[in-house]
């Protein structure tokens, strides 16, 4: 009996129906880590999600990001392509642990 494989499947959002967000959250996850504009992409999912739109300027700068890495993509470029087998290698996870309570005053 074979183990079921898992995988993550990372096509481009396409269609009438595609938002910001969709276009965000694929870019993230197919970028090369060492591209220059995750840090941008990451920042315009933030300021979409808080505010619910982005700036025309954003949007513009998105669109450019975004082609360029659709040509990647499409080229077999990226270091992420398609689909990518979820695999459990036995490396501990770093957890972290964020806690919402606030410090009382004069706590340090």
Same mark, same amino acid.
């Given at each position: 009996m074979n183990d079921p494989v898992n995988t993550f499947t990372f096509d481009p959002p396409s269609g009438k129906d595609? &938002?910001?967000?969709d276009v965000c959250t694929w *870019?993230? !996850? +197919?970028?090369?880590?060492?591209?220059k504009s995750v840090m941008f992409v990451s920042s315009v999912m933030a300021f979409f999600l808080q505010h619910g739109g982005v700036s025309e300027k954003q949007y513009d700068h *998105?669109? !450019?990001? /975004? &082609? !360029? +890495? *659709?040509?990647?993509?499409?080229?077999?470029?990226l270091e992420t392509q398609g689909a990518v087998t979820? +695999?459990?290698d036995g490396t501990p996870a770093n957890i972290v642990? /964020?806690?919402?309570? !606030?410090?009382?005053?004069?706590a340090a």
């Open positions: 595609v &938002d910001i967000q *870019l993230i !996850r +197919v970028m090369n880590k060492r591209d *998105l669109n !450019r990001v /975004f &082609d !360029r +890495v *659709l040509d990647a993509y499409e080229r077999g470029a979820a +695999v459990d642990s /964020f806690s919402a309570k !606030r410090k009382p005053k004069g």
